[in-house]
T-cell receptor, first 113, second 114 residues
Framework: DAGVIQSPRHEVTEMGQEVTLRCKPI?????LFWYRQTMMRGLELLIY????????DSGMPEDRFSAKMPNASFSTLKIQPSEPRDSAVYFC???????????FGPGTRLLVL | AQKITQTQPGMFVQEKEAVTLDCTYD???????LFWYKQPSSGEMIFLIY??????QNATEGRYSLNFQKARKSANLVISASQLGDSAMYFC???????????FGTGTKLQVIP
């Protein structure tokens, strides 16, 4: 298995632009998580899905953030409009209860100028 | 209240020596799992080791072992024979039974000195 795949790996954009981050979970994993990591706040859970359905989005910081999972093999995290304080590393992770741990993707480093 | 506490922001260890990274946790749930992840400078999150609350023995994975003291609610990571490649951030994490969310600590930055 290729593991969790995220794209792009790096994104530089200007304030006000729309940013879309993409994630392909491990096949057969029915949970998908989006995290944000910053120096100030550490690793924060933004939202997670079970069987493509959002279960808990209480970590989504503002209405500018949205996430979708149209099918079992694809999810997006969108920021519109982006702001400099959104600069962070965004991780996607997938999990199935038959496994002990979540597996993380390589992350997307986002810089908003 | 913090559910996962890592009190060591940074640590140094001499190459080939053993090092212990501290982690304490807080839960009233009798069933939970504890994890350690490594994050090197390249940024990826690498799963190292897992301990279930009902496991009788401490988990081990190669040079990594988890010193699990349930009564003290501690789950320290022990790295034996440190290598330069062990220099990284290390995160302790917990999942409580019935919850899919994992709570992470703030991390410990380990630097291995040649």
């Amino acid at each position: 298995d290729a593991g969790v795949i995220q794209s792009p790996r790096h994104e530089v954009t200007e304030m006000g632009q729309e940013v879309t981050l993409r994630c392909k979970p491990i096949s057969g994993h029915d949970y998908l998580f989006w995290y944000r990591q910053t120096m100030m706040r550490g690793l924060e859970l933004l939202i997670y899905f079970n069987n493509n359905v959002p279960i808990d989005d209480s970590g989504m910081p503002e209405d500018r953030f949205s996430a979708k999972m149209p099918n079992a093999s694809f999810s997006t995290l969108k920021i519109q409009p982006s702001e400099p304080r959104d600069s962070a590393v965004y991780f996607c992770a997938s999990w199935t209860p038959t496994w002990e741990t979540q597996y993380f993707g390589p992350g997307t480093r986002l810089l908003v100028l | 209240a913090q559910k996962i506490t890592q009190t060591q922001p940074g640590m140094f260890v001499q190459e080939k020596e053993a090092v212990t990274l501290d982690c304490t946790y807080d839960t009233s749930d009798p069933s939970y799992g504890l994890f350690w992840y490594k994050q090197p400078s390249s940024g990826e999150m690498i799963f190292l080791i897992y301990q279930g609350s009902y496991d009788q023995q401490n988990a081990t994975e190669g040079r990594y072992s988890l010193n699990f003291q349930k009564a003290r609610k501690s789950a320290n990571l022990v790295i034996s024979a440190s290598q330069l490649g062990d220099s990284a951030m290390y995160f302790c994490a917990m999942r409580e039974e019935g919850y899919q969310k994992v709570t992470f600590g703030t991390g410990t930055k380990l630097q291995v000195i040649p």
